[in-house]
Nanobody, 124 residues
Framework: QVQLVESGGGLVQAGGSLRLSCAASGLTFTDYAMGWFRQGPGREREFVAAISWRSGRPYHADSVKGRFTISRDISKSTVYLQMNSRKPEDTAVYYC?????????????????WGQGTQVTVSS
């Protein structure tokens, strides 16, 4: 059974940093790409970043490029999202997801496994 468990959410002031973690189990990791999505109040779930387990190649949405960094630790079966220079508009529930593709995809419909989400709130 596939499990994705996010952690690291919380309250941070604007300009601050936070790191989210997603511990994965039940996957054949090299067959998947991992992504982070977020859903703010009254908004649709949107793509944030993704990374291929196999190659480690990352991809970031324009809205977070230069501020957020996705990475993976194969030995820990964990994907991270380092978030710097936080803005109030980054407030959202952040979700970790797994896509049955070895390359990075941004379309949320391509992701078949989802975590429960972790709340991140940025105060101004």
């Amino acid at each position: 059974q596939v499990q994705l468990v996010e952690s690291g959410g919380g309250l941070v002031q604007a300009g601050g940093s936070l790191r989210l973690s997603c511990a994965a189990s039940g996957l054949t990791f090299t067959d998947y790409a991992m992504g982070w999505f977020r859903q703010g109040p009254g908004r649709e779930r949107e793509f944030v970043a993704a990374i291929s387990w196999r190659s480690g190649r990352p991809y970031h949405a324009d809205s977070v490029k230069g501020r957020f960094t996705i990475s993976r630790d194969i030995s820990k079966s964990t994907v991270y999202l380092q978030m710097n220079s936080r803005k109030p508009e980054d407030t959202a529930v952040y979700y970790c997801a797994a896509s049955a593709r070895t390359w990075v995809v941004t379309d949320k419909s391509m992701y078949i496994h989802w975590g429960q989400g972790t709340q991140v709130t940025v105060s101004s």
